[in-house]
């Protein structure tokens, strides 16, 4: 009923740029705050960046200055830009956002992940 979908990952030399990009379908009658968690392989998953439906950002020490996430509510959207960087960015990263379904009740839901890999 409710899916989350990501895409943008890829492969990308150490200082360059990707942008993730998810896309929220389905019965849903609201959605509140959007986010990115990232996991590296044999690690667990990580807070990566915030989004609430004010706008108010949230991001991870180690993302600050490099990643920005922002959110398109018509198209039920949220994005991470993300600029320098790193070997250690190298994740399956996961957007999840805490939304109204069709049951009626605020869920959290996340989507399936996409793999990153920055080499140095």
């Known amino acids: 009923q409710v899916q989350l979908l990501e895409s943008g990952g890829g492969f990308v030399q150490a200082g360059g740029s990707l942008r993730l990009s998810c896309a929220a379908s389905g019965s849903i009658f609201g959605i509140d705050t959007m986010g990115w968690y990232r996991q590296a392989p044999g690690q667990g998953r990580d807070f990566v960046a915030g989004?609430?439906?004010?706008?108010?950002?949230k991001y991870a020490d180690s993302v600050k200055g490099r990643f920005t996430i922002s959110r398109d509510d018509a198209k039920m959207t949220v994005f991470l830009q993300m600029s320098s960087l790193k070997p250690e960015d190298t994740a399956d990263y996961y957007c999840t956002a805490h939304l109204r379904d069709y049951q009626g009740g605020w869920n959290d839901y996340w989507g399936q992940g996409t793999q990153v890999t920055v080499s140095s």
């Open positions: 989004i609430t439906s004010g706008g108010q950002t």
